[in-house]
């Protein structure tokens, strides 16, 4: 059974850090991404890393804030979230390509995605 996993989410003060994990099963994952969806609001992109991890992307919002790494050797992914803001709060989601190693940035067609993890930040 493929599946992606979140966890690490949770109530935070503004300016303080999170670290999500992705735990990815049943066979291998290629390019990953986060997400995340505000109440009321449609999903946006956060960040995206390709299958080697050379290679990262951000969303403006988060860029110089948020780190995107990733060990293949355990399938899993990381999103590393500093100096957060109450506009981060967001049910945060990872997704994965069954077969791009790297894909352009904001891209959306990932084959698997999670179920997502809450993620709420306090004044």
């Known amino acids: 059974q493929v599946q992606l996993v979140e966890s690490g989410g949770g109530l935070v003060q503004a300016g303080g850090s999170l670290r999500l994990t992705c735990a990815g099963s049943g066979r291998t994952f290629y390019a990953m991404g986060w997400f995340r969806q505000a109440p009321g609001l449609e999903r946006e992109f956060v960040a995206q890393?390709?299958?080697?991890?050379?290679?990262?992307m951000y969303a403006d919002s988060v860029q110089g804030r948020f780190t995107i790494s990733r060990d293949n050797a355990k399938n899993t992914l990381y999103l590393e979230m500093n100096s957060l803001k109450l506009e981060d709060t967001a049910v945060y989601s990872c997704?994965?390509?069954?077969?791009?190693?790297?894909?352009?940035?904001?891209?959306?067609?990932?084959?698997?995605w999670g179920q997502g993890t809450q993620v709420t930040v306090s004044s």
């Open positions: 997704a994965a390509d069954a077969s791009k190693a790297i894909v352009r940035r904001g891209y959306v067609e990932y084959d698997y």
């Open positions: 890393i390709s299958w080697s991890g050379s290679s990262t």
